[in-house]
């Protein structure tokens, strides 16, 4: 059997429980195929990069999938019955990733609230605008000729 990992869209106005029963299902296509499901995560609603069938966001699931390429087929057959599944991407791979995927991990890093890494924010220099490479300015003279 090849392993594979596999990516769908669901609608945005579906809920977050007829995501998992879809899930669900093609798990149980997987699963009479003679396939194996290794992991699934759920990784929200994200929005579209472009308008997919009028959606600007989607419902988000990863698949890592252990199956005959029948199995898939008959998977992806259903994927494209179904109305509530926007697009699919199956891809073959070496191996399956271990631990959480590239997506779930950002959410993790983004979750925390330490701030400690940015440093003091209140006028402490430090920005944009300072630059070690040039040296202060001189005063502007105003147009009658006294300095401003």
């Known amino acids: ?15 977050a429980a007829q995501v998992e029963a879809l899930t669900e299902q093609y798990k149980a296509i997987i699963t009479a195929g003679g396939g194996k499901i290794g992991k699934v995560e759920y990784w929200g609603v994200k929005s579209l990069a472009y308008r997919i069938r009028k959606n600007r966001k989607a419902h988000i699931t990863l698949m890592n999938i252990d199956a005959p390429s029948a199995a898939i087929n008959e998977m992806e057959r259903q994927m494209g019955i179904s109305e509530d599944v926007l697009r699919f991407m199956t891809v073959k791979v070496e191996e399956h990733e271990e631990g959480p995927s590239a997506m779930m991990r950002k959410r993790e890093d983004s979750d925390r609230d330490d701030r400690g890494d940015r440093g003091d924010r209140r006028g402490g220099g430090g920005g944009r605008f300072d630059r070690p490479d040039r040296p202060p300015r001189r005063p502007r003279e105003d147009s009658e000729g006294g300095l401003n």
């Not at 059997?1 to 809920?15: I, K, P």
């Open 1 to 15: 059997m090849a392993l594979y990992e596999h990516v769908y869209l669901a609608r945005q106005d579906a809920s």
